[in-house]
C-alpha cells in the first residue's frame, strides 16, 4: 500500500502519492488520507489506471 492524497474532481476521485513512501518518513503519512493498493505483481500504476483505495480520514 501507498501513501496518497484523495480529492474528488468532476464527480470522479483521484489519488495521488505523498511524496517518498518510505517506513520512516512521517511527513508522507501526516499529509496522507488514503492508502492506495498496489498489488505485488504491478511493477508501476501509470496515470489514469483505476486503483483501490482505503480512506483515513473524510
Do not use: K, W
Not at 501507498?2 to 468532476?10: F, H, K, V
Not at 492506495?36 to 483515513?56: H, N, Q, S
Amino acid at each position: 500500500m501507498c501513501r496518497a492524497i484523495l480529492t474528488e474532481q468532476d464527480g470522479q476521485y483521484h489519488a495521488s502519492l505523498t511524496g517518498p513512501q518510505g517506513s520512516g518518513i512521517l511527513t508522507s503519512m501526516a499529509l496522507a488520507n488514503a492508502l492506495a493498493v498496489v498489488p505485488e505483481d504491478v511493477a508501476a500504476i501509470e496515470p489514469g489506471d483505476e486503483v483501490t483505495c482505503f480512506i483515513l480520514s473524510p
